[in-house]
């Protein structure tokens, strides 16, 4: 399912960026040949108001030192200056001014599109984009993509294996890549108890949560 160029927009909370996100970009981006994957920390999460996040600012410093270097991955700062809640349907109309719609591939974990019936204006999504939905460990009892594709997309058809289409609008794409059963929480909760988050996040991440002490205090 080649298409070719194009940019993968990764919207997420990122705290912290961990190598299930970078391992998410890189899937897309080489089963699409898409030219780039932008990834783009939220400013304030709408599903996760009630929780304390760390600031936008570290958040995206920290993704843009994992990506120093590879030039296919970018930080994107488009939901920087957002006050209140990040929506995704908001963050996709200002992208349109610049990005036309059927080049753009906005990326989501299964988990997170198991969801999508409850954000704002979700149906207009697809309007504005294509959508890649990316399978997700630890996830049994969800909504599989599939059937959350035929409960709130109804007019989709597949018709190709892992592609839905329906006319006048963006197509959705399910692209199956290694699990990678890593999650920021996981992360958060390691870091807490001091111990060793190696593994789970770029090297220069690592060092910047032992630097700045971040997750030290519950959150
Ligand atoms: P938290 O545990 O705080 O919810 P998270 O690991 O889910 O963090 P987010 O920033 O919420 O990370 O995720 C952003 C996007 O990346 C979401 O669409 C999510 O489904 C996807 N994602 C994150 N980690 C993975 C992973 N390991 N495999 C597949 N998709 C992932
Ligand atoms: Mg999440």
């Known amino acids: 399912m080649k298409v070719q160029g194009g940019i993968g927009l990764l919207g997420g909370t990122f705290d912290p960026l961990h190598n299930g996100h970078l391992a998410v970009a890189r899937a897309v981006r080489e ?5 780039q994957v932008w990834l ?67 990326i989501i974990g299964a988990d997170a599109f198991a969801d999508i019936h409850s954000w704002k204006r979700f149906r207009e999504i697809p309007r504005l984009t294509n959508l890649v939905v990316v399978n997700r460990d630890g996830a049994g009892n969800m909504c599989q993509p599939a059937s ?16 839905y289409q329906a006319m006048g609008q963006g197509d959705i794409l399910l692209v199956d890549m290694s699990r990678v059963d890593i999650s920021s929480t996981r992360v958060r909760t390691l870091a807490r108890a001091g111990d060793d988050i190696s593994a789970l996040v770029p090297l220069c991440v690592a060092a910047e949560i032992r630097r700045q002490g971040l997750y030290r205090l519950a959150i």
């Open 31 to 35: 089963a699409l040949t898409l030219d």
């Open 40 to 106: 783009i920390p939220a400013s304030r999460p709408p599903h996760k108001l009630h929780y304390p996040i760390t600031s936008f600012d570290v958040r995206a410093a920290m993704i843009r030192l994992a990506l120093a270097d590879d030039p296919s991955l970018v930080l994107s700062l488009v939901e920087q200056d957002t006050n209140g809640p990040s929506f995704s349907i908001d963050t996709l109309e200002r992208l349109a001014v610049s990005l036309d719609a059927r080049q753009s591939y906005f």
């Open 148 to 163: 959350c594709i035929k409960k709130h997309f109804p007019d989709y058809r597949l018709t190709k294996e892992g592609l």
